[in-house]
């Protein structure tokens, strides 16, 4: 028949450029670095189970910019964790201060809250004026038990993990020689740990008590001021206290 030769030639020729697209391949990725000649062959020698990381195919990613984008990621949400953490843990301080029918910006106000990295420092201070104890003694005044109530409460509310700590003042007068600030600062403590739990709050949430005496006056305050006779709580937030940004701006609870 004429005008024959049958299709061998489109074989021939679909075989001349598949044969001159993987040479452009091979020469291509001949004149890349070292480090991707050396991952092209350990996939070609086992393709079912490459040993690149982070890879599309032959060819990484950009590997830097990838983790650089990530930890931008992670560093604006524990920014926006702390922030949240940092306005619940203030709502909590003006509502216990609410509970106590006391101003916040009040001068020499008988407790002091401040807010830390992971939680609250509740200060209970011990004022002839409004005092916490009965004189010399670890039982509570009347005011002290009202404050313990309201403090038992937003722990047990929030789940706080507590440490406590009893102080007292340098130069205090004794009762009996056998009893000093040693003895008073960590009864003091005890009493707190024990006005806590009777209130509801749960043993497992205490995790230190301690009497510190006199040794350890308030920053740029004589060791004999009155001021250093105090309690001081450490609140800290726990896996079931920590806030979603729903708890924190959802507004406190009169």
Do not use: C
Request: proline share 5%.
């Amino acid at each position: 028949m004429a005008g024959g030769g049958g299709g061998a030639w489109k074989v021939a020729y679909a075989d001349f450029v598949t044969a001159m697209m993987a040479l452009f391949m091979v020469l291509w990725i001949s004149a890349q670095d070292k480090r991707i000649l050396i991952a092209t062959s350990q996939y070609f020698q086992n393709p079912f189970n490459s040993p690149m990381d982070n890879t599309s195919g032959v060819l990484p990613f950009n590997s830097d910019k990838t983790t650089q984008s990530q930890g931008e990621d992670q560093g604006e949400a524990q920014n926006n964790n702390k922030q949240i953490e940092m306005s619940f843990l203030n709502s909590v301080a003006a509502e216990f201060y609410r509970l106590l029918h006391l101003d916040r910006d009040m001068a020499d106000q008988p407790i002091d809250i401040q807010v830390t990295s992971d939680g609250l420092r509740v200060t209970l201070f011990d004022r002839a004026r409004q005092p916490l104890f009965v004189d010399q003694t670890a039982e509570f005044t009347e005011w002290g038990r009202f404050v313990m109530q309201g403090l038992a409460w937003l722990i047990d509310r929030h789940r706080f993990g507590v440490t406590i700590d009893g102080h007292t003042r340098a130069g205090m007068p004794l009762i009996r020689d056998d009893y000093g600030g040693w003895e008073l600062s960590s009864d003091r403590a005890n009493a707190a740990r024990r006005s806590l739990v009777f209130y509801a709050v749960d043993t497992a949430q205490i995790e230190r008590v301690t009497g510190y005496a006199d040794t350890r006056p308030m920053p740029s305050t004589p060791p004999e001021a009155e001021s250093n006779q105090r309690i001081t709580l450490s609140l800290t937030l726990t896996g079931r206290s920590r806030p979603s940004a729903a708890t924190a701006a959802a507004p406190p609870k009169s």
